[in-house]
């Protein structure tokens, strides 16, 4: 079918006071978007959707390194709202490569007919409320103008990539790639003298494969981190069918835990414990993989003497991996067990014991520049053909200050997130109607097993726009109030828990200048469910409805 010209797409023309273009704009075509789109259509709205990538995806389009695949388990990892989809697809693996949760993806788009609604390729520059016409006017990278009634942020909390701000990069002359923006064609390391830079998740599932075909492997380390065996495995068809018979029941289950997931949860505290049965704990969570280490004392994350305790299992075990007793110690990391996010490996502590690995501990001497044949760091250069920059993301807030967005009386909110994001329930903010934001800043989002959370906000968003046209009120927006007191109870959380006594993304120390906050709501899944459930039966409180 023929592009319309300019002149013959609406999208492409600047809109006066008549209707709305489209109902709903969502920005962004991953878990959130493709599952918005579907609910709204579903409660009869007319939809664009716009997306970066060339396909759907979000994340799982872009972050294409090697080794790259899902820490929650890909039975989990996946969407619930429809008992047909759960069933029908088949997840092979206990934790999903990226090119299976992509191939998972493009399925749910073409069964549900979502790809005619969505326009890829093109990046949405402005969102600005129109008072007078009560809409939002949209803008995009490619020319297009267009209003609608609604606007929804779906794009996501890891999407805007901490690009690399070294002196000297341009004149590199060998190649160079980040993480989470990899070439669709693929990276060749065979014969090349390689150098990461990061050792945050992205780089410690890359960084084996990557020894295991390169020349030989630089890992530049600025903050050592706690990664648990992933113990990944093709799934057991038994299990699995077990699992898919009591699919809603379990599924149930996880959001009666702090992180939405089925991982057990040790009700008993640290101290309630003795000697033998915290390490028989321990022992059985790094035995069996995965995430679980989260929850292997009730108050790991609250109680600095339990987290010692973890923390301390941990560094042993990279004692015994590590047979070079300096690299093992410089392994070991110091901070808080969980307050930054816990890796998932696999052989990352033995690939240190690799002839063509060395670890380069930068904490004291931060990369100098980049050179025309390397990297100089502590004032030596190391000689390299290719780097790799696995150096994370301007989380939860980055994405969507990106876009030039400005609400009632032009405000922006850049302006009104200076001192750190606020948001009620990181849903809606006020100031900004009819604007809606999936996991956003002050939701638990990452904390969560991420598609539990991002259906819950789909479901929430979509019943709430369904009720404010439903009852001929719809412009919706949070009050000043209940924003304040949403920031105030998730700040206060937040100060009761190790988050902030990390350099993580979670606070934001990662992006220099950002403001250090606790980002993610820290009180855990069912707790927030509550209030989101609470609001709704008090005539969702802390919004106010009105006609225009
Ligand atoms: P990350 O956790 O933020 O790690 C970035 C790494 O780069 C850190 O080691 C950081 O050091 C280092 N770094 C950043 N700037 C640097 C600089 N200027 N000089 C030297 N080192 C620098 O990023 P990520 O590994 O991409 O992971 C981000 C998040 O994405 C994860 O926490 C996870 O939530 C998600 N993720 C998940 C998976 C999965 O599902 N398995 C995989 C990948 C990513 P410092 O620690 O000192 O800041």
Known sequence: MATPSTRENPEHRRHSAAAPDFDAVVVGAGFAGLYMLHRLREIGLRVRVFERGGGVGGTWY???????????????????????????????????????????????????????????????????????????????????????????MATGCLSAVNRPAFNG????????????????????????????????????QSIPLIAAEARHLTVFQRQANYTIPARNAPLDAAKYADIRARYGELRQEAKQTPNGCWWPVNPAAADEMSP???????????????????????????????????????????????????????????????????????????????????LVDISDAPIEEITQSGLRTGGTEHALDTIVFAIGFDAMTGPLLSIDIRGRGGRTLKAKWADGPRSYLGLAMEGFPNLFTITGPSSPSVLTNMVPAIEQHVEWIAACIDHARACGRPCIEASRAAEDAWIAHHDEVAAGTLFPGCNSWYVGANVAGKPRKVTPYTGGFPAYIEKCEAVVAHGYEGFTLTAA
């Open 62 to 152: 872009w972050n294409r390194y090697p080794g790259a695949r899902c820490d929650t388990d890909s039975v989990e990892y996946s969407y619930q709202f429809s008992e047909a989809l759960q069933q029908e697809w088949r997840w092979t693996e206990r934790f999903a490569t990226q090119p299976e949760i992509l191939r998972y993806l493009e399925h749910v788009a073409e069964r549900f007919d979502l790809r005619r609604d969505i326009r890829f390729r093109t990046t949405v520059t402005e969102a600005r409320f129109d008072e007078g016409a009560g809409c939002w006017r949209i803008a995009t990278d490619d020319g297009a103008r267009l209003s609608a009634t609604y606007c929804i």
């Open 169 to 204: 990069l341009d004149r590199f002359a060998g190649e160079w790639h980040h993480t989470g923006d990899w070439p669709h064609e693929g990276v060749s390391f065979a014969g090349k003298r390689v150098g990461i830079v990061g050792t945050g998740s992205s780089a410690i």
């Open 276 to 358: 033998l049965e915290q390490r028989r704990e321990l022992e059985a969570r790094w035995e069996k993989g995965g995430l679980r280490m989260y929850n292997v004392f009730k108050d790991v994350l609250v109680n600095d003497k339990a987290n010692d305790i973890a923390a301390a299992f941990i560094r042993e075990k990279i004692r015994e991996l590590v047979h070079d007793p300096q690299v093992a110690a410089q392994l070991s990391p110091h901070s808080f067990i969980g307050c930054k996010r816990i890796c998932l490996d696999t052989d990352y502590y033995e690939t240190f014991n690799r002839p063509n690995v060395t």
